[in-house]
């Protein structure tokens, strides 16, 4: 019969661990606290307790170590105090820093401690992809400011004798390239002392803070977009970077050549430009006509906001579209979503709510069909960064909750733009108001205002005659001195076109979409009027007929059949 291979260690010096080849016990290492799979040495009379990895307990009882080469190192177990009845005495390791139930290599003069993992962790001289230089180790506990995510520590760094360079062990498994959900190119990890001067500024376009330009960011060259380190790992989309095309080949979405209509008809204009005169949109069954002439109190299909020329139109269905909105491509990014958007119109008597604005809208939406993400065309033309004539400083769209109010309305929404300079925030209501607009019969334009118009102290809207907050924006027509709410200038529900007429199953005569009134007739379906618990009081239904009023979502909830 083989006689076994024995071994005889300190940790157990009345009986030798015997030798297994392949142990699949499972049971935790006294030397590394780790489960043991495959060779090992345990001790068979006391019943297979004393389980060590082979490597474990044939390392050696004393060393000289590189970060502690002044004296030898001795193993120790702070298990054998405790297994003796005596108070179990754990070390902190130098190099780790932490207190474990493992074997350690101790210096006792020096009070040095290594767990046997660490002092096996003996990391070479390595060459990373964003510096120019070798980076070697330091073994030596030193207090440092790392060169790449710029977080002062102690620890045992890296360092580059020529350049002064010092970074963290954990910081060269930042990535060189990472794709981020609020950006369509790879974002490339830019050592900023190499490629930047000191005095650029950047603003991390996912938490809207500051990026310290003197250490290591994420950015992409193409479109000036910066993130720090840890925001851009923290929303990085995970993709196989070998198959994700970028570098110039990338699809750009904004400029998708696929075109959403057909040209009918061209028309010549001075200098022998031609403009399509007549198009079939695939938004709308009729061809569409090229107008030059003003139309008042109309809205744009697409957008909805005022009609002006030059603009498409079906006179017979009172159907509008700027020649902008006939032109939106019919796929782009946006940064609030990792999808590419389709560009979709409302189907008849349908309508959404933006993700950005929140605001219904029956007019045109770019929509994710995976996500039911849904924005409305004008939030859907704001980018990550904003420059408002409203504020001084440019503002960054934040891609994390904040808890900042809008500083011109007083909601808090989310998302939101962040200036990087002062606290001022935006939302996408406020940001996507018209700098300009009519009211009813009012003989002048309204102009968005940002600061009071006088200094009286007193502030009231002159159409509602309430009190308003002088820091908060309004409109005001300066040639009347006439200051309105927003509110009140474009209504509750500005993203929505009223008087459309549509067909339902509840009546058998067209009904038309009409907007809030204050005597709120009763609905003859339901009989009830709509009042602030109905999720939708500015759809109710009008029949040319018979006047009869239907409240369409609350008499949906009610059991009446209604095709929306």
Same mark, same amino acid.
């Given at each position: 019969?083989e006689?076994?291979?024995?071994?005889?260690?300190?940790?157990?010096?009345? #009986?030798?661990?015997?030798?297994?080849?392949?142990? @699949?016990?499972?049971?935790?290492?006294?030397?590394? %606290?780790?489960?043991?799979?495959?060779?090992?040495?345990?001790?068979?009379?006391?019943?297979?307790?004393?389980?060590?990895?082979?490597?474990?307990?044939?390392?050696?009882?004393?060393?000289?170590?590189?970060?502690?080469?002044?004296?030898?190192?001795?193993?120790?177990? &702070?298990?054998?105090?405790?297994?003796?009845? *005596?108070?179990?005495?754990?070390?902190?390791?130098?190099?780790?820093?932490?207190?474990?139930?493992?074997?350690?290599?101790?210096?006792?003069?020096?009070?040095f401690?290594?767990?046997?993992?660490?002092?096996s962790?003996a990391?070479?001289?390595? *060459?990373?992809? !964003?510096?120019?230089h070798?980076?070697?180790?330091?073994?030596?506990?030193?207090t440092?400011?790392?060169?790449?995510c710029?977080?002062?520590?102690?620890?045992?760094p890296?360092?580059?004798?020529?350049?002064?360079?010092?970074?963290?062990?954990r910081?060269?498994? !930042?990535?060189?390239?990472?794709?981020?959900?609020?950006?369509?190119?790879?974002?490339?990890?830019?050592?900023?002392?190499?490629?930047? #001067?000191?005095?650029?500024?950047?603003?991390?376009?996912i938490?809207?803070?500051?990026? =310290?330009?003197?250490?290591?960011?994420?950015?992409?060259?193409?479109?000036?977009?910066?993130?720090?380190?840890?925001?851009?790992?923290?929303?990085?989309?995970?993709?196989?970077?070998?198959?994700?095309?970028?570098?110039?080949?990338?699809?750009?979405?904004?400029?998708?050549?696929?075109?959403?209509?057909?040209?009918?008809?061209?028309?010549? @204009?001075?200098?022998?430009?031609?403009?399509?005169?007549?198009?079939?949109?695939?938004?709308?069954?009729?061809?569409?006509?090229?107008?030059?002439?003003?139309?008042?109190?109309?809205?744009? =299909?697409?957008?909805?906001?005022?009609?002006?020329?030059? !603009?498409?139109?079906?006179?017979?269905?009172?159907?509008?579209?700027?020649?902008?909105?006939?032109?939106? &491509?019919?796929?782009?990014?946006?940064?609030?979503?990792?999808?590419?958007?389709?560009?979709?119109?409302?189907?008849?008597?349908?309508?959404?709510?933006?993700?950005?604005? #929140?605001? @219904?809208?029956?007019?045109f939406?770019?929509?994710?069909?995976?996500?039911?993400?849904?924005?409305?065309?004008?939030?859907?033309?704001?980018?990550?960064?904003?420059?408002?004539p409203?504020?001084?400083?440019?503002?960054?769209?934040?891609?994390?909750?904040?808890?900042?109010?809008?500083s011109?309305?007083?909601?808090?929404?989310?998302?939101?733009?962040?200036?990087?300079?002062?606290?001022?925030?935006? %939302?996408?209501?406020?940001?996507?108001?018209?700098?300009?607009?009519?009211?009813?019969?009012?003989?002048?334009?309204?102009?968005?205002?940002?600061?009071?118009?006088?200094?009286?102290?007193?502030?009231?809207? =002159?159409?509602?005659e *309430? *009190?308003?907050d002088?820091?908060?924006?309004?409109?005001?027509?300066?040639?009347?001195?006439? &200051?309105?709410?927003?509110?009140?200038?474009?209504?509750?529900?500005?993203?929505?076109?009223?008087?459309?007429?549509?067909?339902?199953?509840?009546?058998?005569?067209?009904?038309?979409?009409?907007?809030?009134?204050?005597?709120?007739?009763?609905?003859?379906?339901?009989?009830?009027?709509?009042?602030?618990?109905?999720?939708?009081?500015?759809?109710?239904?009008?029949c040319?007929?018979?006047?009869? !009023?239907?409240?369409?979502?609350?008499?949906v909830?009610?059991?009446?059949?209604?095709?929306?």
């Amino acid at each position: 019969m083989e006689q076994q291979q024995q071994l005889l260690h300190f940790i157990h010096p009345k #009986h030798p661990l015997v030798f297994n080849p392949d142990d @699949r016990s499972g049971r935790s290492c006294w030397g590394c %606290d780790e489960r043991v799979y495959g060779p090992s040495y345990s001790c068979k009379e006391c019943g297979g307790i004393w389980v060590h990895h082979k490597s474990c307990a044939e390392l050696p009882l004393g060393l000289h170590h590189p970060l502690h080469p002044i004296h030898p190192l001795t193993l120790f177990s &702070p298990l054998l105090w405790a297994y003796n009845g *005596e108070d179990k005495q754990l070390y902190k390791c130098e190099l780790c820093n932490e207190d474990r139930e493992e074997y350690t290599y101790r210096c006792s003069r020096c009070d040095f401690n290594l767990h046997i993992t660490c002092a096996s962790l003996a990391p070479t001289t390595m *060459e990373p992809e !964003f510096h120019h230089h070798p980076l070697t180790p330091v073994w030596k506990w030193i207090t440092f400011t790392c060169d790449l995510c710029g977080i002062e520590d102690k620890g045992m760094p890296y360092s580059c004798n020529p350049c002064g360079f010092w970074i963290h062990r954990r910081c060269p498994l !930042f990535p060189r390239k990472v794709k981020v959900v609020h950006h369509k190119h790879l974002l490339h990890l830019t050592h900023s002392s190499l490629e930047f #001067h000191q005095s650029d500024s950047r603003f991390c376009q996912i938490c809207g803070q500051e990026v =310290d330009t003197c250490y290591g960011f994420y950015y992409c060259s193409r479109c000036d977009f910066a993130a720090h380190l840890n925001c851009a790992m923290g929303n990085k989309e995970n993709i196989n970077l070998q198959e994700f095309k970028d570098e110039g080949e990338v699809l750009e979405l904004s400029e998708s050549i696929d075109s959403t209509y057909k040209v009918k008809k061209y028309n010549k @204009r001075e200098g022998g430009i031609q403009i399509a005169a007549e198009i079939k949109h695939f938004s709308h069954e009729h061809d569409l006509m090229l107008t030059e002439q003003l139309l008042n109190n109309q809205k744009c =299909d697409g957008c909805v906001r005022a009609i002006l020329p030059p !603009f498409y139109s079906c006179v017979k269905c009172s159907f509008f579209l700027h020649e902008s909105c006939a032109n939106l &491509p019919k796929k782009k990014q946006h940064p609030l979503h990792q999808h590419p958007l389709s560009l979709l119109p409302m189907k008849p008597s349908k309508d959404f709510r933006c993700y950005a604005c #929140h605001c @219904r809208c029956n007019g045109f939406t770019y929509w994710c069909e995976t996500c039911r993400f849904r924005l409305d065309v004008q939030c859907s033309m704001i980018s990550e960064i904003l420059i408002h004539p409203g504020h001084d400083h440019r503002l960054i769209l934040s891609s994390v909750e904040s808890s900042q109010n809008c500083s011109c309305c007083d909601s808090r929404t989310y998302p939101i733009f962040c200036c990087t300079t002062c606290a001022f925030a935006l %939302d996408f209501r406020c940001a996507t108001l018209p700098h300009s607009t009519r009211y009813k019969q009012h003989e002048h334009p309204f102009a968005l205002s940002y600061r009071a118009e006088d200094n009286s102290g007193k502030y009231y809207c =002159d159409i509602c005659e *309430e *009190e308003r907050d002088s820091k908060y924006w309004f409109y005001y027509c300066e040639d009347c001195s006439y &200051p309105a709410h927003p509110t009140c200038i474009i209504g509750k529900h500005p993203n929505y076109k009223f008087g459309g007429t549509y067909k339902f199953n509840c009546h058998s005569h067209p009904l038309t979409f009409i907007e809030e009134t204050k005597d709120r007739p009763r609905c003859n379906e339901c009989n009830d009027s709509c009042e602030r618990e109905c999720l939708d009081p500015f759809e109710k239904l009008e029949c040319e007929a018979f006047d009869i !009023f239907v409240n369409e979502v609350l008499c949906v909830g009610k059991g009446v059949h209604i095709h929306v």
